[in-house]
């Protein structure tokens, strides 16, 4: 008699199960922090203990971080040699495996390419014969979605209901050539022609089901209906010993990804198209103090349940939940700031600037927390969106400065030069790069060498001589000129001399995108200009008075802040994200900005909201609420920009529905100060007393 598998240490009950339930199909209902990825990484390692080998187990996930996370993990419970052999992948790259291996059944060379969405994009244009990219944007949102459906450009053609649609339609037809004359796929592709590939496949189809033992989807909640069939597929075996091993790891009330595809359906359907379902609730959280549970649970609790769960803790009843009422944008950023600088006043150094996120619906909102931000010199990383200096106006100017300060750095030369476009062409440069390459010079040094003649002609090099002594004219002035003032006046002359504000009206087809592209240049010479002017530099965490410096200086300070952008997620700065790439994430002190009917739930003026788009708004508030570990504060605008409009703004739906005042362990603002007032006048009484006593003298003792 074999002797019973160790248990796992640190799981709770309701884990337990879920790791030992082997013989079935397994749903493990996991609200948010209740430890799923330690959940299916003790499962895993439950699986090696019953005798499978690592390559019979496959593990899919959404994101490239978490299955190295995951991977990571594994590692650390059965060893690097077993994990190493594990199939713990994304979706996708599962999908480039299956049809780099058996893509010829289906008409596909091994060596097909993988399209990005630029690539896609472009051959949209081409297919549609237009130059407009954002009427391909669209095409290509729509193909997407279609494709997530398990609909190709016949079946597309068939459920269309608009011109627009059926435009696009046609589209994809003409698409859909184009990639297999190319022997290329899309990023869709990778699901749908794995399972177009398994169903037409008979030996395809025996070879995969025989290779996987038993998979594992980790946010099963986030599968489209093509995801959910080529699973199907997949743990459908022939054998009846063997079908059905799986475990599904997901929650529905974190179900917030339906615009690109996503179905909660795939949950419904489970329990009927696999009648030995087990079903497995995950409720005790490991994140999340009471406060902060409680208004989530408040909050989903108006959305039908698929599963019921409610979630608890053992961490205290921690701080109340606090809402921030804030006059507008500009307010609301002003007062997010304060509460950080507030919070890393009163904990000391133990709390770190990336114990802070502020999280939003929209990308639009993170502009005034990153203007408030570099105000208070705080450094923050932006997720989910583009940061200020990932814009491409930013990174514009940016090069301009890196070349001021090394005039070796060829991709910042290559950029200067060509932003804006200076009548110096891809072969004139392309010329200049093989000289650089052929004599061992940086692409700056070589358009000065006497020997350049012999290999561009007169006006080429003409051009390049300008620009190269602009650019040392501008490097001398930067150099020499200090403090705000004259900083931004230097600055703004360099942007008249070489026409970046002409160079951004020209390029973009709408006047409002280019206004604000450069309200965001007027923004950044504002920044460099403060700094020149000696303000305080926070940049790393280090807070240090700095006297005034010049702008070449302040240039030299912009690599260390692209470097900080780059280092992921060791940084120590604050956390700007939407609510949709904050899922998965947690901190212990968040911010949940813009909590407005209009914001989140989000609604435009042309949109509908439906029953069903209420709903996965109401999952998205749940989402933003559980990501904080120890407070969270929820903020709330009186008056919004709507256009170039300040409109009145109504708090969210979602702010009553989390029942605040219902908390049986939060006191009433009201009572608080009247205690408060109570204790003040007693601390009063007191010292009144004391100094009464002190003006008779000492006593008889004394």
Same mark, same amino acid.
């Given at each position: 008699?074999?002797?019973?598998?160790?248990?796992?240490?640190?799981?709770?009950?309701?884990?337990?199960?879920?790791?030992?339930?082997?013989?079935?199909?397994?749903?493990?209902?996991?609200?948010?922090?209740?430890?799923?990825?330690?959940?299916?990484?003790?499962?895993?390692?439950?699986?090696?203990?019953?005798?499978?080998?690592?390559?019979?187990?496959?593990?899919?996930?959404?994101?490239?971080?978490?299955?190295?996370?995951?991977?990571?993990?594994?590692?650390?419970?059965?060893?690097?040699?077993?994990?190493?052999?594990?199939?713990?992948?994304?979706?996708?790259?599962?999908?480039?495996?299956?049809?780099?291996?058996?893509?010829?059944?289906?008409?596909?060379?091994?060596?097909?390419?993988? =399209?990005?969405?630029?690539?896609?994009?472009?051959?949209?244009?081409?297919?549609?014969?237009?130059?407009?990219?954002?009427?391909?944007?669209?095409?290509?949102?729509?193909?997407?979605?279609?494709?997530?459906?398990?609909?190709?450009?016949?079946?597309?053609?068939? &459920?269309?209901?608009?011109?627009?649609?059926?435009?696009?339609?046609?589209?994809?037809?003409?698409?859909? @050539?184009?990639?297999?004359?190319?022997?290329?796929?899309?990023?869709?592709?990778?699901?749908? =022609?794995?399972?177009?590939?398994?169903?037409?496949?008979?030996?395809?189809?025996?070879?995969?089901?025989?290779?996987?033992?038993?998979?594992?989807?980790?946010?099963?909640?986030?599968?489209?209906?093509?995801?959910?069939?080529?699973?199907?597929?997949?743990?459908?075996?022939?054998?009846?010993?063997?079908?059905?091993?799986?475990?599904?790891?997901?929650?529905?009330?974190?179900?917030?990804?339906?615009?690109?595809?996503?179905?909660?359906?795939?949950?419904?359907?489970?329990?009927?198209?696999?009648?030995?379902?087990?079903?497995?609730?995950?409720?005790?959280?490991?994140?999340?103090?009471?406060?902060?549970?409680?208004?989530?649970?408040?909050?989903?609790?108006?959305?039908?349940?698929?599963?019921?769960?409610?979630?608890?803790?053992?961490?205290?009843?921690?701080?109340?939940?606090?809402?921030?009422?804030?006059?507008?944008?500009?307010?609301?950023?002003?007062?997010?700031?304060?509460?950080?600088?507030?919070?890393?006043?009163?904990?000391?150094?133990?709390?770190?600037?990336?114990?802070?996120?502020?999280?939003?619906?929209?990308?639009?909102?993170?502009?005034?927390?990153?203007?408030?931000?570099?105000?208070?010199?705080?450094?923050?990383?932006?997720?989910?969106?583009?940061?200020?200096?990932?814009?491409?106006?930013?990174?514009?100017?940016?090069?301009? =400065?890196?070349?001021?300060?090394?005039?070796?750095?060829?991709?910042?030369?290559?950029?200067?030069?060509?932003?804006?476009?200076?009548?110096?062409?891809?072969?004139?440069?392309?010329?200049?790069? @093989?000289?650089?390459?052929?004599?061992?010079?940086?692409?700056?040094?070589?358009?000065?060498?006497?020997?350049?003649?012999?290999?561009?002609?007169?006006?080429?090099?003409?051009?390049?001589?300008?620009?190269?002594?602009?650019?040392?004219?501008?490097?001398?002035?930067?150099?020499?000129?200090?403090?705000?003032?004259?900083?931004?006046?230097?600055?703004?002359?360099?942007?008249?001399?070489?026409?970046?504000?002409?160079?951004?009206?020209?390029?973009?087809?709408?006047?409002?995108?280019?206004?604000?592209?450069?309200?965001?240049?007027?923004?950044?010479?504002?920044?460099?200009?403060?700094?020149?002017?000696?303000?305080?530099?926070?940049?790393?965490?280090?807070?240090?008075?700095?006297?005034?410096?010049?702008?070449?200086?302040?240039?030299?300070?912009?690599?260390?802040?692209?470097?900080?952008?780059?280092?992921?997620?060791?940084?120590?700065?604050?956390? =700007?994200?939407?609510?949709?790439?904050?899922?998965?994430?947690?901190?212990?002190?968040?911010?949940?900005?813009?909590?407005?009917?209009? +914001?989140?739930?989000?609604?435009?003026?042309?949109?509908?909201?439906?029953?069903?788009? +209420?709903?996965?708004?109401?999952?998205?508030?749940?989402?933003?609420?559980?990501? &904080?570990?120890?407070?969270?504060?929820?903020?709330?605008?009186?008056?919004?920009?709507?256009?170039?409009?300040?409109?009145?703004?109504?708090?969210?739906?979602?702010?009553?529905?989390?029942?605040?005042?219902?908390?049986?362990?939060?006191?009433?603002?009201?009572?608080?100060?009247?205690?408060?007032?109570?204790?003040?006048?007693?601390?009063?009484?007191?010292?009144?007393?004391?100094?009464?006593? &002190?003006?008779?003298?000492?006593?008889?003792?004394?």
């Amino acid at each position: 008699m074999s002797a019973a598998p160790a248990q796992p240490v640190g799981l709770n009950p309701a884990q337990l199960q879920a790791v030992h339930h082997l013989d079935g199909p397994c749903l493990v209902v996991a609200g948010a922090g209740s430890g799923k990825t330690r959940v299916i990484t003790h499962k895993i390692a439950r699986l090696l203990q019953a005798g499978l080998q690592p390559t019979q187990i496959a593990a899919i996930t959404f994101t490239n971080k978490a299955a190295q996370e995951m991977r990571e993990r594994t590692k650390a419970l059965v060893g690097p040699r077993a994990a190493g052999t594990l199939v713990i992948s994304t979706f996708h790259s599962l999908g480039v495996r299956v049809l780099r291996e058996d893509g010829p059944a289906i008409g596909l060379k091994p060596e097909f390419s993988i =399209l990005d969405s630029d690539d896609v994009a472009s051959l949209l244009r081409d297919a549609g014969a237009t130059s407009d990219a954002k009427l391909a944007r669209q095409w290509q949102w729509a193909i997407s979605l279609w494709k997530n459906q398990g609909l190709d450009s016949d079946g597309a053609a068939a &459920a269309c209901q608009t011109d627009h649609e059926r435009v696009a339609a046609r589209v994809m037809k003409r698409y859909e @050539e184009r990639l297999q004359a190319y022997q290329a796929v899309d990023f869709d592709d990778l699901i749908g =022609l794995p399972l177009k590939l398994l169903q037409r496949d008979e030996a395809a189809r025996l070879k995969w089901q025989d290779r996987f033992h038993h998979v594992l989807v980790d946010e099963y909640q986030d599968t489209n209906a093509v995801q959910y069939e080529l699973m199907k597929l997949l743990v459908s075996h022939p054998d009846p010993r063997r079908t059905d091993r799986f475990t599904a790891v997901g929650d529905d009330d974190q179900s917030i990804y339906g615009w690109r595809g996503a179905t909660i359906d795939n949950l419904k359907r489970l329990p009927k198209d696999f009648p030995r379902l087990r079903v497995i609730a995950l409720e005790q959280n490991y994140r999340s103090t009471g406060n902060i549970l409680r208004a989530a649970n408040h909050v989903i609790a108006a959305n039908p349940k698929v599963f019921e769960k409610k979630l608890w803790s053992e961490l205290g009843e921690g701080e109340p939940v606090r809402l921030l009422e804030c006059d507008g944008e500009e307010h609301e950023a002003e007062r997010a700031v304060a509460f950080i600088q507030a919070m890393r006043g009163n904990g000391g150094p133990s709390i770190k600037l990336s114990d802070f996120a502020v999280l939003y619906r929209a990308n639009h909102q993170a502009r005034a927390f990153e203007q408030k931000l570099r105000a208070a010199q705080i450094p923050y990383k932006v997720s989910g969106g583009q940061s200020f200096f990932d814009k491409a106006e930013i990174k514009d100017l940016c090069a301009w =400065l890196r070349l001021l300060v090394n005039q070796d750095d060829d991709p910042a030369f290559l950029r200067a030069i060509t932003t804006p476009k200076r009548g110096i062409g891809h072969q004139t440069l392309g010329k200049l790069g @093989e000289f650089g390459a052929q004599w061992k010079k940086s692409l700056f040094e070589s358009l000065f060498a006497p020997s350049l003649g012999a290999v561009l002609s007169t006006k080429a090099v003409g051009s390049l001589h300008e620009f190269g002594r602009f650019v040392n004219e501008l490097s001398y002035k930067a150099g020499q000129t200090c403090g705000a003032d004259d900083a931004k006046a230097l600055l703004m002359e360099w942007l008249r001399e070489i026409g970046y504000e002409q160079h951004l009206f020209d390029s973009e087809d709408h006047e409002k995108l280019a206004a604000a592209r450069w309200a965001n240049v007027l923004d950044f010479v504002d920044w460099i200009s403060r700094r020149c002017g000696g303000e305080i530099d926070n940049l790393g965490g280090m807070s240090t008075e700095t006297p005034k410096r010049s702008v070449l200086e302040v240039a030299q300070t912009i690599s260390v802040i692209i470097s900080l952008a780059e280092r992921g997620d060791e940084q120590d700065v604050v956390t =700007l994200s939407t609510l949709h790439a904050a899922k998965g994430l947690e901190w212990p002190h968040v911010v949940l900005a813009g909590v407005n009917e209009g +914001l989140l739930p989000f609604k435009s003026e042309d949109d509908e909201m439906t029953p069903q788009r +209420l709903e996965e708004e109401r999952r998205l508030m749940y989402v933003g609420i559980t990501r &904080a570990r120890q407070t969270l504060a929820v903020s709330t605008l009186r008056r919004r920009k709507r256009g170039r409009e300040m409109v009145l703004a109504i708090p969210s739906r979602f702010i009553l529905e989390m029942k605040l005042n219902d908390n049986p362990h939060r006191e009433d603002p009201r009572e608080k100060l009247r205690r408060m007032r109570q204790e003040l006048a007693a601390k009063s009484a007191a010292f009144a007393a004391q100094a009464a006593a &002190a003006a008779k003298g000492p006593g008889p003792g004394g």
